[in-house]
């Protein structure tokens, strides 16, 4: 594991994001320290999610890896999992960041059970939140948990992928997970919103859980915003660190085509904008909330029924219900070697008999043809012009 330390430029995140309503939604739980706020991006390699990180920071948190380093990194054959810290500051209120990034997703040719690495990152960051809260002094906690993982899907029209499916389960048991579709630039309008369809009939036939922003809220402004939010579920994004100049002469973030500009901050062209605010300013308290409430919570409790207090947890391998199923499985898996060589030496044995009966037969028949032949010779010797017989 491997952790670069980078601070996003404060101006940078001044006006545009709004971290200045913080204060605000982290009331109950946030002193003059700031907060923590952990956000994972998973999937496919090259579906942008270094390019999204960077964009939503404005900054270049992520160096993005080149082809050759991408290419070697498939060879590998293992999922990394980064921490990439930035902190947020306005107003003289500060946002911790850490971004967890998983290069190595989904690259190789067998992608079974490629996420576990994922999911066992989650569990182990409420694994070392329990065992500090076990503790009798509990200050300066370090609290790497979770808050939201990104997942990327790669735009390609159809569906969800089994991977996908497969991946986004075992995910969003545990931490909130947020569905989001990469390079909305390269569907066309019809094309996306058919997909998302697609994606979501997928994630609700599936019972895939996913993040449920809640809606309500004191004004009607921020109710409607709220449902504006939810309704773009799963986010459609394009991102791009670059500036580039439109037709009407703006210079905004974006991805310059023969065709035009696809602009990543408007709501037109993506979803960017609205999960942005998701993440950094309408719904950072619930997504931190729920995460103790809901996903911790369900973590603490199950360990707590199968371990007493302060008991490390086991490893897989001192599990007794995984020994005992080891042990059955090897048992099973002994008989049935023993059945089929039993099955075998049967088949061997008929085999030699039916050798044996035919190279019998051959014997037979060879002696059979000699003697035939022998009664030949005698035949023809018998009329040949030599015999005496025939001689006047
Ligand atoms: P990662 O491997 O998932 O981190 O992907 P990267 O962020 O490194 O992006 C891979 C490639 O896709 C790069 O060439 C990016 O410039 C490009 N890319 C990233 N985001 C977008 C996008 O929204 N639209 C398009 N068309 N290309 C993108």
Known sequence: MSAT???????ATAGGIGIANLPNQLH???????????????????TGKTTFI????????IEPLDDATR???????????????????EKMFSVKLNVVDTPGFGDYVDNNDCWLPVVDFIENQY?????????????????????????????????????????????GARVNLIPVIAKADT???????????????????????????????DDDNSELRNREIISAVPFAIIGSTLEVKTEDGRRVKGRQYPWGVAEVENDQHCDFRKLRSLLIRTHMLDLISTTEESHYDKYRTTQMKTRKFGEPKPKKSDNKKFREEEEALRKRFT??????????????????????????????????????????????????????????
Request: include cysteine.
């Open 28 to 46: 109950k739980i946030v002193t003059k320290k700031g907060t923590n706020f952990s956000l994972m991006v998973v999937g496919e390699s090259g």
């Open 127 to 171: 694994e070392q939140y329990l065992r500090q809260e076990q503790q009798p002094v509990r200050k300066g906690i370090v609290d790497m948990r979770v808050h939201a993982c990104l997942y990327f899907i790669r735009p390609n029209g159809h569906t969800l992928k089994p991977l996908d499916v497969r991946a986004m389960k075992a995910i």
């Open 54 to 61: 960077n964009t939503l920071l404005t900054t270049e948190l």
């Open 335 to 392: 008989e049935k070697v023993k059945l089929e060589e039993n099955r075998f030496r049967q088949w061997e044995q008929k085999l030699i008999a039916e050798r044996d009966r035919l190279n019998k037969d051959l014997e037979q028949e060879h002696n059979l043809v000699k003697q035939l032949e022998s009664e030949i010779e005698a035949i023809s010797n018998a009329g040949s012009p030599n015999n005496k017989f025939f001689r006047k």
């Open 5 to 11: 330390e980078a601070s996003a430029n404060p101006q």
């Open 71 to 89: 290419r070697k990194k498939q060879l590998d054959k293992t999922v990394d999992i980064n921490i990439h810290k930035a902190e947020l500051e």
């Open 187 to 217: 569907l066309s309008p019809t094309a996306l919103r058919q997909f998302k369809k697609r994606v979501m009939d997928v994630i609700d036939a599936q019972s895939i859980r996913i993040y449920q922003p809640p809606v309500e809220s």
